[in-house]
């Protein structure tokens, strides 16, 4: 679970950009402003990065405010498991990233899966839909949807990309140290029960 002061951050930033949305008068807008620089005060406290960083990235969005979705594509080859080598902390995760505008949910783990591992591959049905916030990720200011699609292979071969330098499939007893703020050892222990049991339900949250 994530830290106390992170959830009340990322509701006090929910209200106020949600507010300053709708609100028309000028004393509700001020008072929108002063919650959303109540949660970049808070995050600027425990996390030590700069107040113009933090509102930039975390606070600069306009309209209501809702979660964002992170897609993550599983494919599974001699009972092992894909994963990509990622260039910017140099560990191991899915291949997927942020969904895209316009593309839908398949469409962006079949591109994303290209771009990072170099293999052209399928959607083949939705596994799991995950709110980070109950899983064991490093604290981070967003609110995260993850969603986990089974793939298969179609063409291609294994390659770097411009986030990654290179793709490999592992044994779930054999994990390499992986990137857990895109996936965590338990995600993937349980995915693998996906390649013992193609039946298992969705799982949600």
């Known amino acids: ?23 028309k008068d000028v004393y509700d807008i001020e008072r929108y402003q002063a919650l959303r620089e109540l949660s970049v005060d808070i995050l600027a ?21 809702t979660p964002k ?8 080859q001699d009972d092992k498991i894909l994963l990509v080598h990622e260039k910017l902390d140099g560990k191991w995760a899915l291949p997927g990233g942020w969904a895209d505008i316009g593309l839908s949910p398949s469409e962006v783990v079949v591109k994303e899966i290209a771009e990072e591992s170099g293999y052209q591959a399928e959607a083949v049905r939705l596994l799991a839909v995950l709110d980070k916030k109950f899983h064991q990720h490093p ?11 089974l ?15 290179g793709a490999g499939f592992f044994a779930e007893d054999a994990l390499p140290e992986l ?16 390649l013992h049991n193609p039946e298992k339900a969705v799982i949600l949250d």
């Not at 979705?69 to 599974?76: A, P, T, W, Y």
């Not at 604290?139 to 699609?149: A, C, Q, R």
Request: with cysteine; net charge negative.
């Open 1 to 23: 679970m994530e830290p106390k002061w992170l959830t009340w951050a990322k509701e006090i930033q929910g209200i106020a950009q949600t507010g300053l949305a709708y609100a």
């Open 45 to 65: 406290n425990y996390t030590y990065e700069s107040k113009e960083r933090i509102r930039l990235s975390f606070a600069g969005e306009g309209g209501y405010s």
């Open 69 to 76: 979705v992170d897609v993550r594509g599983v494919i599974f």
């Open 139 to 149: 604290p981070e200011p967003y609110h995260v949807y993850k969603m986990f699609i």
């Open 151 to 165: 793939c298969r292979i179609n063409g291609g071969e294994a390659a770097g990309g411009v986030e990654t330098s």
């Open 179 to 194: 990137s857990e703020e895109r996936n965590t050892v338990e995600q993937l222990h349980t995915l693998f029960q996906y």
